[in-house]
């Protein structure tokens, strides 16, 4: 080979060797920053999900923005938006699972203000006090803490029956000149939350209702409810100490679990009258149709002679508005049994036009027994439903017509569609409770509290079935599983002690007969009973009520529950102290506090104020231990 041919072979062997290091290197440079590369592309797209979602959950559009978190969750979970739009939507849909979501977020990134709040939220209505405290606290020791931080304090005092912790909240919000008008009156209802049960003026629901009438002479949408609780407080009907309308309805912020006697309160009200309410309702700027037809009521409140033309009233104005009019004026009709009147102003073609109207419409041939009726809208799938509603109320209609295998299959398939959807689970066992298909109840509550265990709406289910049972064991059983999920929730606490003072009175062999019945639940009995003799777990007892009662004095609940300890502990003089220094309304006297009171009365030689008790307690409304206690009395008094 020439020198020149030499020198091209060369040439060339270097051109292959640099493509081939260069091909070595383009494969090794995207072998170590493709995957990072298509991390950064996922974690965008979540990031846009994930904004996508808080506008949904701004918007209160639920379905949404449970899609829009649920994609950005699934395209990159450990993304902190990710995290964070998952954490938000259960928080604002009261999920407990929310708490979970929040926990690992905090891994990942520091918790912002807006963070903390939901967490503290939905820690509060969990009953999860821990993690509320931390999160509260979080909230009032960072710079500038503000109402909002300040409210949830209150409610957490407020759950943790610290009146005066609360108080204090309450007061910095009222005042805090930054407050917004909703959160005065969010303040004001915790205040009214905190009223006694005392048949005279309560300073606190006084003060209470004085501000919210305040609130309603503005123009807002904070005015407009303060305006709405005004005119409800009005309809009631009842009558405070000073001739004032009372509220019948106890605010959401006092939760207190079903068995005990609840706290009452006597608010009082301001100057307005009937007629002003009525007017300030129709001037409302934001009225809408569920606020006008409220301003019907109380016309017919103040005059009931005029209750047609009212409703004919009522027709006029909405029968030709779109969806939302015609369901508020189909709920409003329903409410007073005008079903008639509701099928011939909403028409099945202006009925279609909502899920929710659409059930209404339902719901008002069932009021008239047109169950056939039903079962063929249903069937001809003229608007298509959720198939646990769908099956829910073909079941009925089934029942309702006498078919009653039909019937089973319809419950039967509401329940597969209900199936590992804890929400769908609540609204098929409470929609079985209210039409009395136990099995089905109980099946579903059960359910959903095992898909999702610190679901509070799933755990009160199980417990009122329990109640309807009227076995103190099984009753017992529930507050039992509810006391290992929620041990700092001093409503169970309370309710779980009462009944286990209860079955302390049993005999054994009623104890054998009921864990019979009861099965595995009465395992949950067993600890107790073992590890402890009667006599030392009734001074355990006897304490815990003592705590009770000193974080929380006002409390009937935890008063009966103290009175009966010293009841069984033969302390009958230290019993009757107990109910000293409190007065509670005639009207927040459940038959179970009744009950304890006159045993106590009667065990203190009152006899004759003891039957005078007795006579007011429905009898078939007691457990048995509790008929136990006053059994003597009513044989007396017959």
């Not at 104005?317 to 009019?325: F, I, T, V």
């Not at 709920?331 to 009147?341: G, H, P, R, V």
């Amino acid at each position: 080979m020439t020198a020149e041919e030499i020198r091209l072979k060369r040439s060339k062997r270097r051109r292959v060797i640099i493509i081939a290091i260069a091909i070595v290197v383009v494969l090794v440079t995207g072998f170590f920053t493709a995957r990072p590369a298509l991390n950064a592309v996922k974690a965008w797209q979540a990031r846009r999900h994930a904004a996508k979602a808080f506008a949904y959950i701004d918007n209160a559009n639920w379905l949404g923005a449970r899609k829009e978190a649920s994609a950005a969750y699934q395209l990159r979970p450990t993304e902190p938006q990710s995290v964070r739009a998952i954490a938000r939507f259960l928080s604002r849909t009261r999920q407990p699972d929310a708490l979970e979501f929040w926990q690992q977020l905090e891994k990942l990134t520091p918790l912002t203000r807006e963070d903390r709040q939901d967490e503290a939220a939905i820690a509060i209505v969990s009953g999860e006090t821990s993690r509320a405290e931390i999160a509260v606290q979080a909230l009032l020791e960072s710079k500038g803490a503000d109402p909002a931080g300040w409210l949830l304090a209150a409610q957490l005092a407020i759950q943790k029956g610290a009146a005066d912790d609360a108080m204090s909240a309450l007061g910095k919000v009222f005042n805090d000149t930054n407050a917004t008008e909703q959160q005065q009156l969010q303040a004001a209802l915790l205040e009214l939350a905190l009223a006694s049960g005392s048949e005279a003026i309560d300073a606190r629901a006084t003060d209470a209702w004085s501000r919210i009438e305040k609130i309603s002479r503005g123009k807002s949408a904070a005015a407009l409810d303060a305006l709405v609780l005004l005119a409800r407080r009005a309809l009631s009907g009842q009558k405070s100490a000073s001739g004032s309308a009372s509220s019948s309805e106890e605010p959401t912020a006092r939760r207190e679990a079903s068995l005990q006697p609840g706290g009452a309160y006597a608010p009082v009200g301001g100057q307005m009258s009937v007629v002003d309410l009525q007017h300030a309702l129709e001037a409302h700027p934001l009225a809408k149709a569920p606020q006008k037809l409220i301003a019907l009521d109380l016309v017919e409140h103040a005059d009931a002679s005029r209750r047609d033309e009212l409703i004919a009233q009522g027709i006029a104005q909405l029968k030709n508005g779109d969806a939302n009019d015609l369901f508020a004026l189909a709920t409003w009709l329903n409410s007073k049994k005008e079903f008639e009147k509701t099928v011939e102003a909403i028409p099945l073609e202006k009925a279609l036009l909502g899920r929710e109207l659409f059930l209404q419409y339902l719901d008002a041939l069932g009021g008239l027994e047109r169950w056939g009726e039903i079962k063929q809208l249903l069937e001809g799938d003229r608007y298509p439903l959720d198939p646990v509603v769908q099956g829910m109320y073909l079941a009925r209609c089934s029942a309702q017509l006498g078919e009653k295998a039909a019937a089973e299959n319809n419950w039967q398939r509401a329940r597969e569609a209900a199936a590992g959807d804890p929400g769908k689970l609540i609204t098929l066992g409470d929609y079985a409770e209210k039409n009395g298909i136990v099995d089905v109840a109980q099946s579903a509550f059960d359910n959903a509290a095992i898909q999702s265990p610190k679901l509070r709406l799933a755990q009160q289910g199980r417990l009122r079935l329990a109640q309807r049972s009227g076995d103190t064991g099984k009753i017992h059983a529930v507050l039992a599983d509810m006391l290992k999920i929620w041990p700092n929730d001093d409503a169970v606490q309370n309710d779980e002690g009462y009944t286990r003072l209860l079955l302390l009175g049993s005999s054994s062999s009623e104890r054998g007969a009921r864990s019979d019945q009861q099965g595995e639940s009465s395992e949950l009995l067993a600890p107790s009973s073992d590890l402890q003799t009667p006599s030392s777990e009734l001074r355990a007892l006897s304490a815990l009520a003592e705590k009770l009662v000193e974080r929380n004095p006002r409390s009937l609940p935890h008063r009966t529950f103290l009175a009966l300890a010293r009841l069984k502990q033969n302390r009958a003089a230290n019993a009757l102290s107990v109910y000293e220094n409190i007065t509670v309304a005639r009207g927040a006297l459940t038959p179970s506090a009744l009950a304890v009171h006159a045993a106590v009365l009667a065990a203190n030689g009152k006899t004759e104020e003891a039957k005078s008790e007795v006579e007011q307690i429905k009898i078939g409304n007691l457990l048995p231990e509790e008929r136990a206690l006053v059994e003597q009395l009513t044989k007396t008094n017959h």
